[in-house]
């Protein structure tokens, strides 16, 4: 069983840039594809990025689209997720999860992302 562990979040001004690292534990990490979701007050958990078990196939939401960059190293069992062109509507609690389209993912704990105006 994976287990994820976010870090990287903070406190940014809107056009800045943050880069979400998640640390996975587990023998099976490089069997699955990995995403990143978030999830700010009051609404539900929204997709954001995904990465193919490979790295070779990435997916974006359309509001992400050109300005995060999602990316996995298989050696280093990480995940990362470059943001850039930060806007103060992507603030949100952002989750690392395995197997993203399973019926029930693993998730990680998560790390607040807040961009100020």
């Known amino acids: 069983q994976v287990q994820l562990v976010e870090s990287g979040g903070g406190l940014v001004q809107a056009g800045g840039s943050l880069r979400l690292s998640c640390a996975a534990s587990g023998r099976t990490f490089s069997s699955y594809g990995m995403g990143w979701f978030r999830q700010a007050p009051g609404t539900e958990r929204e997709f954001v990025a995904a990465?193919?078990?490979?790295?070779?196939?990435?997916y974006y939401a359309d509001s992400v689209k050109g300005r995060f960059t999602i990316s996995r190293d298989n050696a280093k069992k990480m995940v990362y997720l470059q943001m850039n062109s930060l806007k103060p509507e992507d603030t949100a609690v952002y989750y690392c999860?395995?197997?993203?389209?399973?019926?029930?993912?693993?998730w990680g704990q998560g790390t607040q992302v807040t961009v100020s105006s």
């Open positions: 999860a395995s197997n993203p389209t399973a019926p029930s993912p693993v």
């Open positions: 990465i193919s078990w490979s790295g070779g196939t990435t």
